[in-house]
């Protein structure tokens, strides 16, 4: 990776702007829970929207494909808490950014449904409104490490300390201005630890752990969810054809995704090893993760159940063309229960086979 984004610049810029994203928050969420009804303009924009929109995210998973493998080369962990130029790397360091921007298109998505008559869902108004605020704060409050290098290596020169190549300087939490301790390493480990005399410029970390490595995952899996649900929604599919089940999995599996990710970290730091994770942002980020997964996970079981009412899922319908299963339908097709399976195969498999009676 080069570090040719200019990661600071972007952090400063987003974070003077973190008022105008309140702001435009505020004005999204009056217009959905006040327009519909209200408000009808027949665009049939919305096709168009997903189209390019799932584009666009197609374009930045993409790109952001090669970070990925990169941050995998050292192990699981490392790739959790470990910043691989995450924000200030060529290619990650543009995706992130526009990745943040994005999340301000989605809100367009919620206006051109209430313009075309419909009622949105209140899980899918604060669905948007939440990711935006919680995207946008994580990036305007990252550090890159080459931030951070900068910073201590002028500190260091003016001591006349030598530091290693490519090494930062990560001031210990209760480090205040003055003389202080102070612990150069390298992309993860330990390298040497020096008495620096830390100016008020230096200290531009709150502690230790802000860099919010995790989030460039949350990042990826969000990329690949929406992906699918974009090539679903659209009418020019971007070279896969997801059905409905897929696609509702793929939007759960990234919450659970994203509590593996929190837990890994979490367990990284209760073993006492090094992980660029605000633990108090931590907690919050578990917190989300788990009520978003609660309520997506509820939404989709009661769609699931009024897409199995009008649909056979293709397992029902191979075991139905089997020579050696005989599933008869009693009643017309209203729930699983409706099925009345052959208590006894030559394979085997009895009703309570879960694979016949699901």
């Known amino acids: 990776m080069f570090d040719t984004f200019p990661a600071d610049e972007a952090r400063k810029w987003t974070a003077d702007h973190t008022p105008h994203v309140w702001l435009i928050s505020a004005c999204y969420l009056g217009f959905v829970l006040t327009a519909p009804g209200k408000i009808v303009m027949k665009h049939g924009l919305l096709p168009q929207w997903y189209y390019y929109n799932g584009l666009l995210q197609l374009c930045l998973l993409v790109a952001f494909v090669p970070h990925v ?3 995998l080369t050292a192990g699981w962990r490392d790739s959790v808490c470990c910043n691989h130029s995450l924000y200030s790397g060529a290619l990650s360091g543009t995706v992130m950014f526009l990745f943040v921007f994005s999340k301000l298109l989605d809100l367009a998505e919620t206006v051109l449904i209430i313009l075309e008559g419909r009622q949105p869902l209140l899980i899918h108004i604060f669905h948007h409104i939440i990711t935006l605020l919680v995207t946008w704060h994580s990036y305007s409050h990252h550090h890159s490490l080459g931030s951070r290098a900068s910073h201590g290596a002028d500190n260091a020169s003016r001591e006349g300390l030598v530091w290693p190549a490519e090494a930062r300087v990560k001031p210990w939490p209760s480090a205040k201005i003055g003389r202080t301790r102070c612990r150069a390493v390298d992309a993860c480990g330990c390298v040497a630890d020096a008495e620096v005399r830390l100016r ?3 200290v531009v970390m709150r502690d230790a752990h802000t860099f919010e490595d995790i989030f460039g995952w949350f990042v990826f899996i969000n990329l690949f969810s929406h992906v699918i649900l974009y090539s679903y929604l659209s009418p ?3 070279g896969i054809a997801p ?8 939007q759960v599996y990234q919450l659970v995704f994203c509590l593996i990710i929190c837990f890994t970290a979490q367990n990284v730091i209760d073993e006492g090893g090094k992980c660029d994770v605000d633990p108090g942002r931590l907690s ?3 917190f989300v993760a788990a009520v978003f997964f609660f309520i997506f996970a509820d939404f989709y079981h009661v769609k699931y159940r009024k897409f199995r009412e009008t649909h056979e899922c293709a397992l029902a319908q191979y075991l139905r063309s089997s020579p050696t299963h005989s599933i008869r339908r009693t009643t017309p097709r209203r729930s699983p229960r409706d099925f009345t399976i052959r208590p006894y195969s030559p394979t085997g498999i009895t009703p309570s086979d879960p694979y016949i009676t699901n």
């Open 284 to 286: 919050l980020d578990k």
């Open 69 to 71: 493998t990169f941050s």
């Open 200 to 202: 008020p410029s230096s």
């Open 236 to 238: 020019k599919k971007f």
């Open 243 to 250: 059905c409905w089940l897929f696609v509702a999995f793929t």
